[in-house]
């Protein structure tokens, strides 16, 4: 860590980018990454920022839209690019590293679009908690070439908030986010109807105000984590009968609420 201060760690991450001089960031619309390509358009101008989304089915059609309409916000050119990794028998076996095998797709895919830019650098969003956590993508950043400027500049994701906050980004107190695939026990098959079951039923507990909500797959079970505080409000008879008939016409058979709540990272338990 560079500074204990985010002003400071903010300016130390602007002087990290005007010496690339062009950027090209792996961008999902999350919290970090929009952070990161609203900091370097700033920084170096529009014209030398490329925003580049993978898509695939494990992205929710509504992240993509807002991903999106946030990199038309900014001004940077954003790319669209089908990750395929789905095709990958790897990946779709749904190993512990199945991050490793999907960001590899991605990077090797944005770094063509970086290079028939004429742009070298390419970066991700990783911040400084990231280190903590089981993250076997980042290994396939790093052997891609990958940087992530906000992990050198020691910002954390509280910071990151704070900082998108002023600088007006509509992410600043956006929910975490993670791809679909991520609900799926290790060892399931990642396949396109199980992701489009696990949107749809999340969409469903959305659009009933819950912000902040991960429907966990396990087979004909759909185990629904949201924050405590909203227990209450889910276990009220009327919204909990339509919570319940709106995730099984999603697909699933039982529906069961995690009394641990949500966290990150819960199927590594």
């Not at 400071?8 to 792996?26: F, N, P, S």
């Not at 956590?133 to 891609?144: I, L, N, Q, T």
């Not at 991520?182 to 469903?204: H, K, W």
Request: hydrophobic share 40%; charged share 25%.
């Amino acid at each position: 860590m560079r500074s204990s201060s985010p002003d400071t760690k903010y300016a130390a991450l602007q002087a990290d980018l005007r010496g690339l001089e062009r950027v090209a960031i792996a961008y999902s619309g999350g919290v970090d990454s929009a952070f990161l390509l609203k900091a370097a358009a700033e920084t170096l101008g529009t014209g030398n920022v490329l925003a580049v989304l993978g898509d695939s089915p494990s992205l929710p059609r509504r992240e993509k839209a807002e991903a999106e309409r946030l990199a038309s916000a900014i001004g940077v050119e954003l790319v669209v690019i089908l990750t395929g990794e789905m095709e990958d028998p790897r990946y779709a076996a749904n190993p512990r590293d199945r991050c490793y095998y999907c960001k590899q797709a991605l990077m090797r895919d944005a770094r063509k679009q970086a290079e028939s830019r004429g742009i070298a650098a390419l970066l991700d969003g990783q911040n400084a908690d990231d280190r903590s956590d089981w993250r076997p993508g980042s290994r396939a950043a790093r052997e891609c070439g990958v940087r992530s400027p906000l992990q050198e500049a020691g910002l954390t994701k509280a910071e990151i908030r704070l900082l998108s906050a002023r600088l007006g980004l509509p992410t600043a107190d956006k929910p975490a986010m993670a791809c679909l695939a991520s609900r799926l026990p290790y060892g399931t098959p990642v396949t396109a109807e199980a992701l489009a079951r696990i949107e749809a039923a999340e969409q469903a507990l959305q659009d009933a105000g819950f912000a902040t909500v991960r429907v966990r797959n396990h087979g004909a079970v759909a185990r629904i984590e949201i924050s405590p505080a909203d227990f209450p409000r889910l276990l009220d008879p009327g919204l909990r009968a339509r919570a319940v008939a709106a995730v099984k016409a999603a697909g699933f058979t039982y529906v069961a609420l995690d009394l641990d709540g949500y966290r990150t990272g819960s199927l590594n338990e």
